[in-house]
């Protein structure tokens, strides 16, 4: 009883001091700025989500691959049996449902990012030096 009550004691003293100490460390400033390496090497979020979106789609088009290709296996080893070849006839079915689902997901995502993106402004050439054709981007030639 009386080890529990000085473990208390003492953790709550350790708590306390810790409260008191560590908002002095976190008020300490850096003297030159802190930069965080990037190692994705993605500046917009956009990009970010087409890249996962576009692994997860990967993924899942690889299993319907497998589904694909093991609905095959088990009708050409069904031996006759009806049941098993209609096993295998709706495995290959449904993974080829499950491809088209995927690619026109793929697509429709694409189309979303493509949207998304902002326009870049055409090239109006140097402003006072009458060079550049406007809206081409492209010099006049001398």
Known sequence: MRYRKFLV????????VLAVALPLVVLAQATQPVTLPNPIQINDPRQLIGRVISA?????????L???????????TSAGNAEKVTKGKNAILW???????IFSSYALVRYALNALKPQAEPSQGVPGTGTGVPGTGTAVPP
């Open 56 to 64: 997860v789609l990967g993924l899942v088009g690889s299993i319907a």
């Open 95 to 101: 993974a080829a449902l499950g491809l088209a689902v």
């Open 66 to 76: 497998v589904i694909f290709m093991w609905g095959g296996f088990q009708w050409m």
């Open 9 to 16: 004691t003492g953790g709550l003293l350790a708590v306390a």
